[in-house]
């Protein structure tokens, strides 16, 4: 399966951007890092880097909300 490289951004709607499409985790994550790294100071935009089947399927990952992870002494 590919690794998916999208630039998301939130407002003021939620956009999904593909930037770029590995075969391997070492390139997909060296990718992702020098993405990161050009995004202009105070940009609202994130870097993901999403493995998946197909590009349908990372988008669709990619859009679904995901409760908090329970940090401790959170009752």
Same mark, same amino acid.
Do not use: H, R, V, W
């Given at each position: 399966?590919? &690794?998916?490289? &999208?630039r998301v951004t939130e407002q003021p709607i939620r %956009?999904? #951007? #593909?930037?770029d499409q590995q075969d391997s985790y070492r390139d997909a994550?060296?990718?992702t890092r020098r993405l990161r790294a050009e995004l202009?100071?105070?940009? #609202?935009a994130l870097i993901k880097m999403i493995h998946a089947e197909t590009?349908?399927?990372?988008?669709? %990952? %990619?859009?679904?909300v995901r409760e908090p992870v329970p940090q401790p002494g959170d009752d």
């Open positions: 399966m590919p &690794y998916f490289i &999208y %956009l999904l #951007k #593909k930037l994550s060296a990718c202009a100071e105070g940009s #609202k590009e349908l399927d990372a988008e669709d %990952l %990619l859009n679904q």
